[in-house]
């Protein structure tokens, strides 16, 4: 199999895996939004400028009710089941975003469309995480902003090693890698790191980075 061919199969993969968790995913991270996701969430957008902003992986639209009312969103999700939630979200809000049906990996937005670029849990399951960084390298201006807000793989030698042994299973269940080491992603897609904090020790990092 070609390596396009292969990286094809892995998106649709995903895709399906996404599809078929979207009924139960809000409840499934009900505990983790309330006691430390909707903080995080929080801090990111309060740092998100105004402008033309591009979330990526947007999900059931756990984010929108963060969205700064100077930004005009637009929004994209791999998963049809996930975005069909959003859209209900979105609605119910009366939010006013863009929804839209696409692959970060793909994007299909001039170069420098957006003033900036979020994406939360998302970098995970990206199948190639290095082509959607690339991507929202090209779709974000010249000195616009890149913040993610990421968990990845523990750099400490048992645990980390755990997470990598565990991630298979992970992964099929979930849809999400848990040994994804996102900071060097971002350099290895040429963005320009700009802060890393960490929220929750190594696990879960907020990045800033610009294209
Ligand atoms: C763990 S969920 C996070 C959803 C949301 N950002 C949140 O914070 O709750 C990961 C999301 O990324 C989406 N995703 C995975 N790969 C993608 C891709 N290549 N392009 C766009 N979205 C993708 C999935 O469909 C899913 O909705």
């Known amino acids: 199999m070609s390596t396009a061919d292969d990286m094809t199969r892995r998106t649709a993969l995903t895709r399906a895996r996404y599809n078929r968790i979207a009924p139960m995913y809000d409840a499934m991270e009900w505990l983790t939004e309330r006691t430390a996701f909707g903080a995080w969430r929080q801090q990111l957008w309060t740092a998100v400028p105004a402008g033309r902003v591009l979330e990526v992986g947007v999900g059931t639209g756990k984010n929108l009710s963060y969205y700064p009312s100077t930004a005009q969103v637009t929004a994209i999700d791999l998963s049809e089941r996930m975005l069909e939630r959003a859209r209900r979200r979105a609605a119910d809000l009366g939010a006013r975003v863009d929804l839209r049906l696409m692959d970060v990996q793909h994007l299909e937005f001039a170069d420098g469309a957006f003033d900036a670029a979020v994406a939360t849990f998302v970098f995970c399951s990206v199948p190639d995480p290095l082509a959607g960084l690339h991507e929202l390298g090209r779709v974000v201006r010249p000195g616009g902003d890149i913040w993610l807000l990421e968990h990845m793989r523990?750099?400490?030698?048992?645990?980390?090693?755990?997470?990598?042994?565990?991630?298979?299973?992970?992964?099929?269940?979930?849809?999400?890698?848990?040994?994804?080491?996102?900071?060097?992603?971002?350099?290895?897609?040429?963005?320009?790191?700009?802060?890393?904090?960490?929220?929750?020790?190594?696990?879960?990092?907020?990045?800033?980075?610009?294209?």
């Not at 269940?173 to 790191?193: C, D, P, S």
């Open 154 to 211: 523990v750099n400490r030698p048992f645990v980390g090693t755990l997470m990598d042994m565990l991630n298979p299973f992970v992964v099929r269940v979930m849809g999400a890698n848990i040994n994804r080491r996102t900071v060097e992603n971002v350099r290895r897609a040429e963005l320009t790191l700009v802060s890393v904090q960490e929220l929750r020790g190594e696990l879960v990092r907020l990045i800033h980075a610009r294209p």
